[in-house]
Every structure is written in structure tokens, then in C-alpha cells.
């Protein structure tokens, strides 16, 4: 096209794509060009703005290290990756939902037994979680795999220090035959996404505060079911209404039970108060395999 | 909100913008949002298509330094620049029209004197270039200054030579008082915009090449006139079509005329063949300045 203006420019660019083998990506960048150009053209972008943007994607990219990642925070901060959790991830009524997944998960994570104490030392109030994991029918799953992580009372995941490579308060269990999982681990709380970098000078230039609500993550995969990647939300607790991932969903929350003195459900007294979580897992059943032809 | 759902959170994080300050910021970041969204629910982007997403950003502001921008790169193959330069910079009839900047312009180029042969040394066959800049009224522009750039027969701008710190093929003039800018340069040719990171992967995977056509870059800034960003491109020259960065207007394209021998136009002769070049700028005025209250 020989003669580019702003009202024929969004056509150029997509007629380009004429060539383009791979059908799934040519209607990905058909839609990326259409929407990014809708954008540019409705907020009728000044050429400092263009600047701006492209100078705060270059921070963005160039914070980002084998620890961290600045782009998936900005995604998270967005909503864009509540929004594709969302859109992949449709559960039937009665299935428990999924919510984001979050950078602090650490594959090979320690494989602890069932009753055991998670947390590792990692600082907080002792809490004791009860969990099954069941199908849509009621049917219990044994043999699931089940990960658990969240932060400690300080309001950071292990691999957040970078004086130690500790892994505390995450572990991998497996339920048992009742589909039953149980652990002792600490009571989460509220705690800021990392501010130090580009996305947190956004947040604070557009007036948003970088909080999450008080949650544990879980990753629960077995046989024949959808892997569920999920968190519990502490019900009660600040900033359920204005997570800065967009991550709640009201089935989500649930009891963290205080106990100012007893005998906890399972294992050692503590010596003092604790914390005890009752929480159902309800997985989908898999898409049934393909036959493959003979 | 507690309650997400690919439904109601582009509402939820646009909601979160409640206290931003800053009218503009608010303003971009809610269209931001909201087309960012329509492009991953339109697309109805995988969980991994969107991972690929983060790492494909990642890479680009990685593979930015001091001399490779390869952000801008992608806006401009994209079409993001040009629609930028497009939406700012509306021209009435008969004013030369704008085009993108480019990565290659360098702050602080030799000023040179009317008739100088500005390419240093860069190897190409030689071009006579003879340009007016004037007022929409076609009032001479005296005093103007001509930052003039452009790369050489092997597609490569003097920056690109890493060997070399060597200015060639770059210049500032300034206009006499019969608004005209002469100087020797050499031929531009088509060449690649750089293909060695994430933007390249990204052209070759979706079947597009890399090249721009021939052209010489131009800035004319001058008192009461808006300044002026642009190329002259080479007509009848290959991919002044299918240009990477969507930058070509049929307004901005010349004859390069070929004089197999004989002498030119001004300077001493060449020994041989060479092209000539006639271009008119003509300039926008300034929006008048605003007067300032006593």
C-alpha cells in the first residue's frame, strides 16, 4: 500500500499477514494489530505518550530475571491473566474454580506425608488445614497430587529472600484413599505485589494500592480429572474487594477458624492459639482422551 | 468486586482506577484495559499462546540497549508508529506530509555547507540533491535547518557499523535565502530492518519480510513552521508496496534520475554516472504561540 493514512493504515498491516502459514497465528496478529490500533486511535496517543509506552515496556522487559517477572505482573495487574485464566477454564456448577496462577510456584517442591508441618519454620500463627478432594459426584479422588504454597507472616514467599534458598511453607501431598489431605502449616496474610519496578510506578501514578487478600495456592492434579489451579481466600480479611490481580471469586473464600487455646485436629499441641481450615476441593472431570485410529 | 469472571472483570479493573489523579493517565489506562481485554477475549488466547506472549515481550526488552530500541521496532512493524505519526500529524492540502522517524536519526550531525558531499566516504553511486523548503503560500524558508540521514549501497546506516564510530551519510544544512538545500549524497537502496531478535522471529513466522524501500530521511525545523519529519522515497524502486513499517505516501515519493555522464548540477564532476534529486518541502505554519497574560 503506497499511500498510508491513519483511517487505511490498520488494513495495511493486517493485509501483510497475507502469507502467513500458520492460520492460529495469523488470527492471533489480526486481532493484535486491530485491537492495539483501536487503542492507539481512541486514546488518539500523542507522540510522548507512544514514547512513554514504548520507554515503560523496556523497563518492564528489562526487570525480568531468572526470579522475576515483570511482565507477568503487569499482565496480573491488568486483569489479563485473571481474564485468560477465566476464559480457559469454564467449570461446570459444583466444580471449584480456578484463579491466577502467580509467580512464587516452585516445581519440586518437598513431597511431605500427610499431618505433616509444612511450613518449615517460615514465620506465623500456627494453622491447620483439612481438605478433601472429591469429583462432581461426591466421589473421592485418592492419590491426587496436591501443592500447597503461600507467604509467611512477613508477607513473602520463600523464594522471595534472597539471603537464603530455604523452601518453606510449600510442600506436594497426596491424599489419601478418602480423598482426605491435611496439613499443618502458618495463617496467611495481606501482602503488596513487588513495587521496586515499572509496574509498581504504575500502580502508584494510576492511584491503585499493590495488596493481595490473605490465600493459600493450590495446584491439585490427578487422574481423569482437569488439573485445578487454584487459591482459599481468608473470608474476612482486607482487600477481598480490591486485589490488585483481580484474583477472587467468592467460592473461594472460606473460614480461617481461630482457636484461642485447645487441642488441634491432628498432630502436637502448639503450646498456644491456632487457626484451623475446613475446604472441599471439587475437580472436573478430563476431556475424555482421543481414540487414536488403529 | 469478588466475584471475577471473564464477564464482569474488565469493569473490575477499571474500577480500581477510581483514585487515579491524573485525568490522561486515567483516561489511557481505561482504553488501555479495555482493548487489551477485547483482544484476549476476541482471540480467546490459550493459557500457553498467552505464556508465549509474556516471553516474547520479555525477549524484546531484553534485546534493548544503547543503540537497539527493539520495542520501537515492533510498533513500527506493526504499524503503531506510523498511525501515531499519522493521528499527530494531520496536514492541510499542499503541506508535505509526515512519515515515521526511524531509530537511525543521531542528535548533534556535522552542520555542513550548501553543495557539500555529506556521505563521507559511504559507498554508494553519487546523488545531487536539490530541494526547496517553502510556505504553504510558496514563500521561500530561509534559515531552515536540514537534518538529512540515510543509509548506504549495502542497506547500512553509519551507527550500524560497530567497528566504526564514523559519521557518513548524515548532516545538518541550512536553507539560504531563497529557501534552497543542495548537497551531494549517494543512492539509497532497499534494506532489512534488523531480523537478529523477537521482531524478525516474529516477521518470519508470519510470513512477512523485513525490508523497507529506498529513501532518505529528512527533519526541517524553521521559526513559525511546524517541524517537518519525513522521507523522499525512491519511485518505481522495489517494496515502496509491502514497506516493513508502513511508512510510504505516494505525496513523498521522486524521481531519482539516472545521468549515465555528463556534469552535475553543481560541484565538481563525478567521473562517471550519477542521480539527481529535486524535492519541494513545503511547511506547515506553527499554531500561532499563546500569549501570556500581563
Known amino acids: 500500500m503506497r499511500n498510508i493514512t491513519e483511517h487505511n493504515i490498520t488494513a495495511a498491516v493486517i493485509g501483510q499477514l497475507a502469507q502467513c502459514e500458520n492460520p492460529r497465528l495469523k488470527e492471533i496478529m489480526t486481532l493484535l494489530v486491530k485491537h492495539v490500533h483501536g487503542f492507539v486511535r481512541e486514546a488518539r496517543l500523542t507522540e510522548a505518550e507512544w514514547m512513554q509506552g514504548i520507554e515503560f515496556l523496556t523497563a518492564t522487559g528489562q526487570m525480568c530475571d531468572g526470579k522475576r517477572q515483570e511482565f507477568i505482573l503487569l499482565s496480573d495487574t491488568l486483569g489479563v491473566s485473571m481474564l485468560t485464566v477465566a476464559l ?20 519440586g517442591a518437598p513431597e511431605l506425608a500427610l499431618g505433616a508441618d509444612i511450613s518449615a519454620g517460615a514465620p506465623g500463627e500456627p494453622l491447620f488445614v483439612q481438605a478433601t478432594v472429591k469429583g462432581l459426584d461426591g466421589e473421592p479422588v485418592a492419590n491426587a497430587l496436591v ?37 499443618r502449616s502458618i495463617l496467611p496474610v495481606a501482602y503488596p505485589v513487588p513495587t521496586d519496578g515499572p509496574v509498581g510506578q504504575m500502580l502508584s501514578a494510576s492511584g491503585r494500592h499493590p495488596w493481595r487478600p490473605a490465600h493459600v495456592h493450590f495446584m491439585i492434579q490427578a487422574l481423569g480429572y482437569e488439573t485445578l489451579i487454584t487459591h482459599v481466600f481468608r473470608d474476612g480479611a ?17 473460614q480461617f ?12 499441641a502448639t503450646g498456644g492459639g491456632f487457626y484451623t481450615l ?9 476431556a475424555p482422551a482421543r481414540r487414536e485410529l488403529p
Chains 1, 2 share one sequence.
Not at 167 to 173: D, F, K, T
Not at 278 to 286: G, S, T
Open 88 to 107: 480457559n477454564n469454564a467449570k461446570p456448577p459444583g466444580a471449584t474454580e480456578s484463579t491466577v496462577f502467580g509467580p512464587f510456584h516452585v516445581r
Open 238 to 254: 482486607p482487600y477481598l474487594d480490591s486485589d490488585v490481580v483481580f484474583g477472587v471469586r467468592s467460592s473461594l473464600m472460606a
Open 278 to 286: 475446613d475446604f472441599d476441593f471439587v475437580l472436573n472431570p478430563a
Open 257 to 268: 477458624v481461630h482457636h484461642a487455646s485447645g487441642r488441634p485436629p491432628f498432630g502436637p
Open 147 to 183: 501443592d500447597v504454597w503461600q507467604a509467611d507472616e512477613d508477607g513473602f514467599y520463600d523464594v522471595q529472600y534472597k539471603d537464603s534458598d530455604q523452601l518453606r511453607a510449600r510442600a506436594v501431598l497426596r491424599s489419601d484413599a478418602q480423598g482426605r489431605v491435611y496439613f
